[in-house]
């Protein structure tokens, strides 16, 4: 499938290159050494992916001077050799012609998209200076961080310098913070980016709503792909039949908001059938006799009433998975803010991979290792005299990092204390926080907001100045450095130069840092310094990693039998089967399952995702991704199209429960593969900014409908999976 979809796209896009003056005829093999070579005009230079979060190490071609193509590097333990569909088209970012050219500094209402062009030197002027009144009357706590990505880390760096512990990423609340909540509450330790998860030696693989192959986790579904043809089972649980579900040997058609019950009857029938690894359990294990207590109601009869799944399917289920434990992986997920307790719906998670034995063991998760790379040896940071204005009192007790909607919330109501200022590094915060109506509302209380982006994104349009940042492949980047399987150090550098009057990060924060007078925080000359310094102290050679673009270090036992020791950093030291912590804290110490709420007659339950060929919202202007997919379909299920007289193809509008519209149309997807009581959409299309010239207007965009949103009570996450739509049929 990755090589079709790779043959593919260079026939997609050899017109557009071509028309934009690259040259691309063929693909030229990659020598075992990957150093940058010019050969007849062409030269090679590793780096690595910044379509999305997964980093994979890339190779670029540069042919007579002109960006060419990216294939994956090969030395790289995250890609190798190979890069996804929307990573291969990573080149389409440097070619957008709808990107941000020089700094602007608006010249009219917040929201109206009117600016003027300035030099670097005047916009940086103009945010120190008003950074610099914000901190003089409420504090440098007043100005807070929102940032996606390696690219924020300097960022990141000056604000700390600055003074303010404010730095959040829509990540936590809004992706990844309910699982990794879940599973620290119950081993101890999170799951990782990349997820340490061992979907190649797995023998039983559980998809709960987590769409492998279209999410497109380049490593995972490279395992994917290999324990399929290995003969792994696969058991699915979606309201829809996605991809992975296509080919399951068991497809659980479960009804939305009811995983919960799902997940404790498979406990309970483990449990209930002695099926569970109880030398593990028995070893490792804190409080079972009270967690099973909490699950014995929780029968597979009971859960077919709440789930629409049959008794026998969940029965049948448990059991195969207990046929292939410890290397049965009930897989986290990544976006994890469904419904409200999705927190405890991934402790229930963790909990059956705990009854199953997979955690630590071949087939179920490894332990990581990481490069030991020290940080650069900067001054202390100054003390702040304010705490973190995001969770005030520890509302959210378990929260580990920081939550944007909090950051937002003060915003809004300045309390604790009053945030007047946003620098919003590569996140478009209209389609990434639930409720675009109090985004806009916080904004509106603003002094000063900045927006560091590659192109003029919807939240550009509300900021106070833009600057427009070099992509991925005209820059460097802090190094990557992250625990996985194989350890290893990868390097982010320059392939071309940026077209216009585009700066890379790191060049971005520097000069705001020394405008701000905070120079000594920032000793070294350029970024290569900083960088030359880091990999030197970690006993590396710069040099060594320019040319690979990548350097792994020794593999460490990576399971309990092979010599990994099992540590669990919870209070018990142990598993938590039942958590006394939950307990004192007045929360359900074994996760509890509550019906979901139900929307109004005639609406269907808005579930969206993602696609393989796109990130987010980032990637609808890339010239090369556009002609993959150019705009996203409505899933409806075929029944529920008959009886509202739509067929494939018909355009409607949604109107959520709020009475919302859909700003643009999208394009109905009748199909027998999704349940009657909701409807699907890839998130990230449906742009409104009128800057957005090759994307706006396309398809439907399901963030304009997230008008309603559940905060997690243990941690803060935002659940959306609980709006609802009816549909409009354009004429």
């Known amino acids: 499938m990755t090589a079709l979809s790779r043959r593919r796209f260079l026939k997609l896009s050899a017109g557009v290159l071509a028309g934009m003056g690259a040259v691309g005829s063929g693909a030229r093999s990659l020598a075992k050494n990957v150093r940058e070579t010019t050969v007849a005009g062409t030269r090679q230079v590793a780096t690595f992916c910044d379509i999305c979060f997964w980093k994979c190490g890339a190779i670029a071609t540069v042919k007579d001077g002109q960006l ?26 440097h070619f957008d012609s709808d990107r941000l050219r020089s700094p602007l500094i608006r010249v009219s209402e917040r929201g109206e998209d009117k600016w003027q062009a300035v030099t670097w030197d005047e916009a940086l002027e103009y945010i120190a200076v008003r950074m610099k009144k914000i901190a003089a009357e409420h504090g440098p706590e007043s ?20 003074g303010s512990p404010n730095s959040a990423a829509p990540s936590f609340a809004q992706c990844r913070g309910p699982r990794d909540t879940g599973f620290e509450l119950t081993f101890g330790d999170g799951i990782g980016s990349p997820e ?14 987590s769409h492998l192959g279209e999410n497109m986790h380049n490593t995972q579904v490279q395992e994917f792909a290999t324990a399929i043809s290995r003969g792994a089972t696969l058991i699915v649980a979606d309201p829809r039949v996605s991809v992975a579900a296509g080919k399951a040997q068991h497809y659980l058609p479960i009804k939305p908001g009811t995983d919960l019950a799902l997940l404790l009857a498979w406990m309970q029938t483990l449990v209930a059938e002695k099926l569970y690894d109880r030398e593990y359990v028995e070893q490792h294990g804190h409080g079972f006799e009270e967690f099973c207590t909490a699950i014995a109601a929780c029968s597979p009869e009971w859960a077919a009433a709440e789930t629409g799944l049959s008794a026998e399917s969940i029965r049948e289920t448990a059991r195969e998975m207990a046929r292939h434990r410890p290397a049965t992986l009930v897989h986290p997920g990544r976006r994890t803010n469904w419904y409200g307790d999705d927190a405890q719906r991934s402790r229930a998670i963790a909990l059956l991979n705990a009854l199953l034995g997979s955690w630590g063991r071949k087939g179920g998760f490894y332990t990581p290792a990481i490069m030991p790379v020290p940080d650069y040896p900067y001054p202390d940071y100054p003390e702040p005299k304010k705490s973190k204005v995001d969770n005030p009192k520890k509302k959210y007790p378990f929260a580990k990092d920081t939550i944007t909607t909090g950051i937002r919330e003060a915003t ?41 982006d590659v192109v003029p994104s919807e939240i550009c349009g509300w900021a106070d100045v833009v600057l427009p940042e070099a992509t991925y492949l005209e820059r460097f980047d802090d190094l990557h450095v992250g625990p996985f399987k194989h350890p290893f150090v990868g390097l982010r550098q320059p392939v071309v130069e940026a077209p216009h009057d585009q700066q890379p990060n790191w060049w971005i ?15 070294w000359k350029d970024v290569e310094d900083y960088l030359r ?17 990548v350097i792994t270090g020794e593999d460490e036992p990576l399971y309990f039998e092979t010599g990994s020791p099992p540590e669990f950093d919870t209070p018990s030291g142990k598993i938590e089967f039942y958590s006394d912590q939950l307990a004192e804290a007045g929360f359900d110490p074994v996760p509890r399952y509550t019906p979901p709420s139900a929307g109004p007659a005639g609406s269907f339950r808005l579930l969206f995702g993602r696609a393989p060929t796109h990130t987010f919202s980032r990637t609808q202007t890339n010239p090369l991704l556009m002609q993959m997919m150019d705009e996203n379909a409505l899933w409806l299920n075929a029944s529920a199209a008959a009886q509202l007289k739509l067929h494939s193809g018909d355009r409607v509008r949604l109107r959520n429960q709020d009475g919302l519209l859909s700003s643009s149309s999208i394009a109905v997807k009748a199909t027998n593969r999704i349940r009657p009581d909701c409807v699907y959409l890839v998130h990230g299309f449906g742009h409104t900014a009128k800057g957005l010239r090759q994307a706006v207007g396309r398809g439907a965009s399901a963030a304009q409908l997230v008008s309603r949103y559940t905060v997690d009570p243990l941690m803060g996450g935002t659940a959306v999976n609980v709006n609802f739509v009816t549909l409009e049929k354009e004429s």
């Open 68 to 93: 060419w193509k990216i294939e994956g590097n090969p030395l790289d333990p995250l890609s190798r050799g190979r890069l996804c569909p929307r990573g291969s088209g990573g080149i389409g970012a």
């Open 143 to 162: 100005v807070a961080l929102f940032s996606h990505g390696i690219g924020g880390n300097f960022f990141k760096h000056t604000m700390k310098a600055f």
């Open 196 to 209: 340490r998860t061992d979907i190649e030696n797995t023998r039983c693989l559980v998809l709960l709503g």
């Open 412 to 452: 809004i109501t300045g309390q604790p204390y009053p945030i007047k200022g946003w620098i919003v590094y590569a996140t478009n915060l209209l389609n990434a926080l639930p409720n675009q109506a109090e985004t806009i509302r916080a904004i509106q209380n603003l002094d000063l907001m900045v927006v560091v």
């Open 509 to 523: 924060a520097k000069r705001l840092a020394e405008k701000l007078g905070l120079e000594a925080f920032y000793p």
């Open 533 to 549: 310094l880091r990999v030197q102290e970690a006993g590396l050679i710069y040099e060594e990693l320019k040319s690979k673009g």
